[in-house]
Protein backbone atom coordinates (compact mmCIF):
# COMPACT_ATOMS: atom_id res chain seq x y z
CA UNK A 1 0.00 0.00 0.00
CA UNK A 2 0.73 3.23 -0.96
CA UNK A 3 0.19 5.27 2.19
CA UNK A 4 -2.57 5.55 4.55
CA UNK A 5 -4.15 9.20 4.08
CA UNK A 6 -7.31 9.14 2.82
CA UNK A 7 -7.28 9.56 -1.03
CA UNK A 8 -9.47 10.56 -3.49
CA UNK A 9 -11.43 7.80 -5.74
CA UNK A 10 -9.15 7.76 -9.34
CA UNK A 11 -11.16 7.70 -12.67
CA UNK A 12 -11.68 4.83 -14.05
CA UNK A 13 -8.66 3.63 -16.44
CA UNK A 14 -11.01 4.12 -19.51
CA UNK A 15 -11.44 7.41 -18.50
CA UNK A 16 -7.90 8.54 -17.70
CA UNK A 17 -7.25 12.18 -18.64
CA UNK A 18 -4.26 12.70 -21.23
CA UNK A 19 -1.65 14.80 -19.69
CA UNK A 20 -0.74 18.41 -19.71
CA UNK A 21 -0.36 18.19 -23.49
CA UNK A 22 1.05 15.28 -26.06
CA UNK A 23 4.14 14.93 -26.63
CA UNK A 24 5.55 14.84 -30.42
CA UNK A 25 8.86 13.19 -31.42
CA UNK A 26 9.08 13.48 -35.58
CA UNK A 27 5.43 12.94 -36.80
CA UNK A 28 4.92 10.36 -33.13
CA UNK A 29 2.44 11.13 -30.93
CA UNK A 30 2.97 10.22 -27.28
CA UNK A 31 -0.03 9.94 -25.08
CA UNK A 32 -2.68 7.74 -22.79
CA UNK A 33 -4.30 4.78 -25.09
CA UNK A 34 -7.51 4.79 -25.64
CA UNK A 35 -9.75 1.90 -24.40
CA UNK A 36 -10.27 1.20 -28.19
CA UNK A 37 -5.97 0.62 -28.01
CA UNK A 38 -5.72 -1.66 -25.01
CA UNK A 39 -5.62 -4.40 -26.72
CA UNK A 40 -2.86 -2.91 -28.98
CA UNK A 41 -0.82 -2.14 -25.59
CA UNK A 42 -1.71 -5.89 -24.49
CA UNK A 43 -0.33 -7.44 -27.23
CA UNK A 44 2.89 -5.45 -26.99
CA UNK A 45 3.88 -6.25 -23.76
CA UNK A 46 3.62 -10.00 -24.73
CA UNK A 47 6.18 -9.11 -27.77
CA UNK A 48 8.28 -7.46 -25.54
CA UNK A 49 8.32 -10.70 -23.58
CA UNK A 50 8.96 -12.74 -26.84
CA UNK A 51 11.89 -9.99 -28.04
CA UNK A 52 13.45 -10.73 -24.76
CA UNK A 53 13.93 -14.49 -25.35
CA UNK A 54 11.49 -15.56 -22.31
CA UNK A 55 8.05 -16.45 -24.00
CA UNK A 56 8.36 -19.76 -22.62
CA UNK A 57 7.69 -18.50 -19.70
CA UNK A 58 4.57 -16.43 -20.15
CA UNK A 59 1.54 -17.76 -19.82
CA UNK A 60 -0.33 -18.36 -23.31
CA UNK A 61 -3.41 -15.46 -22.54
CA UNK A 62 -0.69 -13.14 -21.42
CA UNK A 63 -2.48 -10.48 -23.88
CA UNK A 64 -5.78 -11.55 -22.55
CA UNK A 65 -4.86 -11.66 -18.92
CA UNK A 66 -3.21 -7.80 -19.66
CA UNK A 67 -6.27 -6.20 -21.36
CA UNK A 68 -7.84 -7.91 -18.61
CA UNK A 69 -6.09 -6.12 -15.57
CA UNK A 70 -5.96 -2.67 -17.60
CA UNK A 71 -9.99 -2.59 -16.61
CA UNK A 72 -9.92 -4.05 -13.58
CA UNK A 73 -10.83 -1.91 -10.09
CA UNK A 74 -7.33 -2.79 -9.21
CA UNK A 75 -5.78 -1.07 -11.93
CA UNK A 76 -8.38 1.78 -11.65
CA UNK A 77 -6.41 2.08 -7.92
CA UNK A 78 -3.16 1.80 -8.84
CA UNK A 79 -4.16 4.87 -11.57
CA UNK A 80 -2.71 2.54 -14.11
CA UNK A 81 -2.05 4.26 -17.53
CA UNK A 82 -1.33 2.74 -20.70
CA UNK A 83 0.66 5.11 -22.89
CA UNK A 84 1.30 5.19 -26.73
CA UNK A 85 3.01 6.44 -29.25
CA UNK A 86 1.33 6.80 -32.47
CA UNK A 87 2.25 7.96 -36.47
CA UNK A 88 0.13 7.53 -39.06
CA UNK A 89 -2.79 6.56 -36.77
CA UNK A 90 -1.06 3.56 -36.17
CA UNK A 91 0.13 2.61 -32.67
CA UNK A 92 3.96 1.79 -32.83
CA UNK A 93 4.99 1.58 -28.94
CA UNK A 94 3.63 1.75 -25.93
CA UNK A 95 4.09 1.67 -22.36
CA UNK A 96 2.33 1.54 -18.95
CA UNK A 97 2.68 3.49 -15.38
CA UNK A 98 1.00 2.93 -11.98
CA UNK A 99 1.73 3.88 -8.48
CA UNK A 100 3.60 1.06 -7.14
CA UNK A 101 2.96 -0.55 -3.38
CA UNK A 102 6.01 -2.25 -2.85
CA UNK A 103 7.40 -5.25 -2.30
CA UNK A 104 6.58 -4.17 1.49
CA UNK A 105 4.48 -2.77 3.62
CA UNK A 106 5.89 0.93 2.85
CA UNK A 107 6.43 2.85 5.89
CA UNK A 108 7.18 6.36 3.75
CA UNK A 109 5.23 9.45 4.32
CA UNK A 110 3.63 9.64 0.46
CA UNK A 111 4.55 13.26 1.04
CA UNK A 112 8.30 12.61 1.07
CA UNK A 113 8.46 9.52 -0.79
CA UNK A 114 6.25 8.01 -3.86
CA UNK A 115 7.12 5.30 -5.80
CA UNK A 116 5.68 4.80 -9.87
CA UNK A 117 6.22 1.84 -11.82
CA UNK A 118 6.94 1.42 -15.41
CA UNK A 119 6.27 -1.92 -17.23
CA UNK A 120 6.35 -2.43 -20.37
CA UNK A 121 8.12 -0.68 -22.79
CA UNK A 122 7.76 -2.01 -26.14
CA UNK A 123 8.63 -0.12 -29.60
CA UNK A 124 7.39 -1.51 -32.88
CA UNK A 125 10.86 -3.25 -34.69
CA UNK A 126 10.69 -0.59 -37.79
CA UNK A 127 10.59 2.12 -35.35
CA UNK A 128 13.30 1.41 -33.11
CA UNK A 129 16.16 3.54 -32.41
CA UNK A 130 14.39 6.62 -32.93
CA UNK A 131 14.23 8.20 -29.10
CA UNK A 132 10.44 6.49 -29.10
CA UNK A 133 11.17 4.03 -26.26
CA UNK A 134 12.76 7.22 -24.38
CA UNK A 135 10.23 9.59 -24.80
CA UNK A 136 7.43 7.23 -23.55
CA UNK A 137 9.22 6.71 -20.72
CA UNK A 138 9.51 10.23 -20.68
CA UNK A 139 6.07 10.73 -20.94
CA UNK A 140 5.20 8.03 -18.09
CA UNK A 141 7.37 10.45 -15.38
CA UNK A 142 4.82 12.85 -16.42
CA UNK A 143 2.20 10.91 -15.57
CA UNK A 144 3.91 9.55 -12.24
CA UNK A 145 4.37 13.55 -11.39
CA UNK A 146 0.86 14.36 -12.22
CA UNK A 147 -0.18 11.10 -9.68
CA UNK A 148 2.00 13.03 -6.89
CA UNK A 149 4.93 10.20 -7.36
CA UNK A 150 8.39 11.32 -6.66
CA UNK A 151 10.20 8.47 -7.79
CA UNK A 152 10.30 6.17 -10.67
CA UNK A 153 11.02 2.47 -10.89
CA UNK A 154 11.52 -0.13 -13.83
CA UNK A 155 13.26 -3.25 -14.13
CA UNK A 156 15.51 -3.22 -17.03
CA UNK A 157 16.88 -7.21 -18.69
CA UNK A 158 20.45 -7.07 -18.29
CA UNK A 159 22.46 -6.77 -21.57
CA UNK A 160 19.21 -5.80 -23.58
CA UNK A 161 19.06 -1.86 -25.32
CA UNK A 162 16.90 -0.39 -23.03
CA UNK A 163 19.32 -0.27 -19.69
CA UNK A 164 21.28 1.94 -21.40
CA UNK A 165 18.86 3.75 -22.90
CA UNK A 166 17.43 3.88 -19.00
CA UNK A 167 20.92 4.39 -17.69
CA UNK A 168 21.32 7.56 -20.11
CA UNK A 169 17.99 9.17 -18.98
CA UNK A 170 19.93 9.29 -15.32
CA UNK A 171 18.05 5.85 -13.74
CA UNK A 172 20.36 4.36 -11.41
CA UNK A 173 22.53 1.05 -12.86
CA UNK A 174 20.87 -1.68 -10.84
CA UNK A 175 18.56 -4.63 -11.38
CA UNK A 176 16.00 -2.66 -10.70
CA UNK A 177 16.49 0.86 -11.30
CA UNK A 178 15.26 4.06 -9.95
CA UNK A 179 14.97 8.00 -10.88
CA UNK A 180 14.24 10.64 -8.35
CA UNK A 181 11.68 13.03 -9.95
CA UNK A 182 12.33 15.99 -9.59
Given amino acids: MIGTEAATAPAPASTIAP ?3 ENRLDGITFRPA ?3 EWPTVSANFYSMWQD ?8 EDCATQTLKFLGSDR ?16 VVGSGLCQLFEGYYPLIYKTSEYREGWIWGVYVSPE ?8 QIVKTCNERLKEIG ?16 VYSRMGYTDYELMELHLE
Fill in 52 to 59: MGLSSMIV
Fill in 127 to 134: YRKRGIAE
Fill in 75 to 90: ATELKVCPIVAVADDK
Fill in 149 to 164: CTHSLLHAAPGKPGRR
Fill in 19 to 21: TKR
Fill in 34 to 36: TEA
